[in-house]
């Protein structure tokens, strides 16, 4: 007699909508995960939470599980890190307060940005960007503008040429540190996962020192597969997780239909070993 195969779940832990950098509404978002037979959805803008009643809705309507998330942007030794927070409370006062100043610390370089740009006789690139941002603002909106305006190709040359840590119009901030983004997770009784690990252009040595100190924080699990790693790349951070203790998480980092490397529930399979983050959720 064999073992009976329990149907897969498709689970998407990190994703965008219109309430930051993504280009879908949250029910559109919603509508697109079901199409693509996600089962369990989380909503993890920058900075902010303003999506899930919607997303919550919408996901009832389309059948699917919805997670409520958010992605806080962190200092950590002057590099800029992602941390997910997965089922969190979005009434969460202490939470709100912190991911408030956050924003303000994003409106002031979005000008500080755009004062760049106005030096290098491009004077309406602030406006522009805010013009496409119905949400919380950020470079994304800057690099939309001016692939609009025909300045670059696409996104990434934006990025690459003005954008990105380096380049001519790159402004640098203080985010939140990682002991209150686990704080602020914590209280609003999320766990927290480090976003798309194999980005951060560590050496290994300080990369696992970031692990140990997210850990000591009560960090709970990281990225293994994303749409930004390859199978090695999935393949060492689930190394990481089993030598940390550390649950495994899985999310596309979805953000537009037009992006091919990053699709919504398309992301690969955890590898064997790994615990999933989810393991403790209950079903419902
Ligand atoms: P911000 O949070 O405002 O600093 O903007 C960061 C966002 O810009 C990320 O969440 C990505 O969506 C996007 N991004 C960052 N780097 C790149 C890149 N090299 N190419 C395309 N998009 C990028
Ligand atoms: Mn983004
Ligand atoms: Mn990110
Ligand atoms: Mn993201």
Sequence with gaps: MGYKTLPTICYDLHSHSTASDGVLSPTALVQLAA???VDVLALTDHDC?????????AAVVAGIRFIPGIEVSVSWRKRLIHIVGLNVDGADAEMQ??????RVKRERRAQEIGAKFEKIGMPDVYEGACALASGVLSRSHFAMYLVEKGVVKDVQQAFKKYLQQGKRCYVGA????????LSWIHGAGGQA???HPARYKMSRTLFREFLKDFKVLGG?????SCSSHNREEATLMAS???EL????????DFHSPHNNWAKLGRVHALPEGCVPIWQDWNES
């Design 35 to 37: 199409a693509n037979e």
């Design 49 to 57: 939470t303003d999506g899930h009643a919607e997303a919550a809705k």
């Design 97 to 102: 307060a912190g991911l408030s100043e956050l």
């Design 174 to 181: 203080e985010w939140a540190s990682l002991e209150d983004a």
């Design 193 to 195: 996962v480090v976003a």
């Design 220 to 224: 709970e699990g990281i990225e293994v």
């Design 240 to 242: 990481y997780a089993q």
């Design 245 to 252: 203790t550390l649950l495994s998480s899985v999310g596309s």
